[in-house]
């Protein structure tokens, strides 16, 4: 059944579609993927790693260009995404960038794909925040053939432990303000994210018949910049903001 937070998180994405034109647009033009606010780049995080002749699905894919960067290292893309409006986007960047892969309308928590038709599942702010764990990931696992890898970049559980509790108010701050236990749904005024504590996370990849490979947790190199007025580099510098989970289904 879709959530509530589908619906809304379509609206919400709709109407940012319009600001993440530029971002998408450079994203697509770079052939040196970085990844995150703050852009790190891809020697130091490794989403890319062995995707040549991987069939991958982007989960929640926005304007594609992670796609775009799967397509070019020789893997087969395949994006899916909830907003008829960033996917409007990414087939003007296709057209552009004269590259092509499907794209589809719908949601990442119930795909319209067969079982095991993927040899990688990735998400960088899509379906990583946007779905309900409990739900995309056990689709993830549905989606991946045995050996397949599920990666997958969000914000670190510490982030929105941190986020005031007016989400009005930024940046976030240097103390624990929010629950971790209970922690899952994030109802802010124009959309709904998730996000679980790392016990909750490992048990769910575990249960949905992943082996863990690596947690990153990102550090942003001195210096560096960001468009996103939540955080500042001071924090980040101090503790991982985002994350980064690498699984592998088991044979
Ligand atoms: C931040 S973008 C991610 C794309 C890109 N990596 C980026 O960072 O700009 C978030 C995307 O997730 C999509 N999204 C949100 N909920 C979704 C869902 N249930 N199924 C598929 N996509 C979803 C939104 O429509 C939006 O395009």
Same mark, same amino acid.
């Given at each position: 059944?879709?959530?509530?937070?589908?619906?809304?998180?379509?609206?919400?994405?709709?109407?940012?579609?319009?600001?993440? *034109? #530029? =971002?998408?647009h450079?994203?697509?033009?770079?052939?040196?993927?970085?990844?995150?606010?703050?852009?790190?780049?891809?020697?130091?995080?490794?989403?890319?790693?062995?995707?040549?002749?991987? #069939?991958?699905?982007?989960?929640?894919?926005?304007?594609?260009?992670?796609?775009?960067w799967?397509?070019?290292?020789?893997?087969? =893309?395949?994006?899916?995404?909830?907003?008829?409006?960033?996917?409007?986007s990414?087939?003007?960047?296709?057209?552009?960038?004269?590259?092509?892969f499907?794209?589809?309308h @719908?949601?990442?928590?119930h795909?319209?794909?067969?079982d095991?038709?993927? #040899?990688?599942?990735?998400?960088?702010?899509?379906?990583?925040?946007?779905? #309900?764990?409990?739900?995309?990931?056990?689709?993830?696992?549905?989606?991946?053939?045995?050996?397949? +890898?599920?990666?997958y970049?969000?914000?670190?559980?510490?982030?929105?432990?941190?986020? =005031?509790?007016?989400d009005e108010?930024?940046?976030?701050?240097?103390?624990?303000? +929010?629950?971790?236990? @209970?922690?899952? *749904?994030f109802d802010?005024?124009?959309?709904?994210?998730?996000?679980v504590?790392?016990?909750?996370?490992? +048990?769910?990849?575990?249960?949905? @018949?992943?082996?863990?490979?690596?947690?990153?947790?990102l550090?942003?190199?001195? @210096?560096?910049?960001?468009?996103?007025?939540w955080?500042?580099?001071?924090w980040?510098?101090?503790?991982?903001?985002?994350?980064v989970w690498?699984?592998r289904?088991?044979?």
């Amino acid at each position: 059944m879709t959530g509530d937070h589908v619906l809304r998180n379509r609206v919400a994405w709709n109407a940012y579609a319009e600001e993440f *034109r #530029d =971002p998408g647009h450079r994203a697509w033009s770079s052939d040196e993927p970085t990844w995150g606010i703050w852009g790190i780049p891809e020697a130091g995080v490794g989403m890319l790693e062995g995707v040549d002749g991987n #069939d991958a699905i982007e989960l929640g894919c926005g304007t594609a260009y992670v796609s775009a960067w799967l397509a070019r290292r020789g893997a087969r =893309p395949v994006g899916i995404d909830n907003s008829p409006k960033q996917l409007e986007s990414a087939r003007g960047f296709q057209a552009e960038f004269d590259l092509r892969f499907p794209l589809v309308h @719908g949601d990442a928590e119930h795909t319209p794909f067969p079982d095991a038709q993927f #040899d990688l599942a990735i998400s960088e702010y899509g379906a990583a925040i946007w779905c #309900d764990p409990y739900v995309w990931i056990p689709e993830a696992a549905r989606l991946l053939r045995p050996g397949g +890898r599920l990666v997958y970049l969000s914000h670190s559980p510490l982030t929105m432990l941190c986020s =005031p509790l007016d989400d009005e108010v930024v940046p976030i701050e240097d103390r624990l303000i +929010r629950d971790q236990f @209970g922690m899952h *749904r994030f109802d802010w005024s124009d959309a709904t994210e998730f996000q679980v504590s790392h016990g909750e996370t490992i +048990r769910l990849l575990h249960d949905c @018949g992943f082996e863990i490979e690596d947690l990153l947790e990102l550090q942003p190199a001195e @210096g560096s910049t960001t468009n996103a007025d939540w955080i500042t580099l001071e924090w980040a510098r101090r503790w991982p903001c985002e994350d980064v989970w690498k699984a592998r289904k088991r044979p």
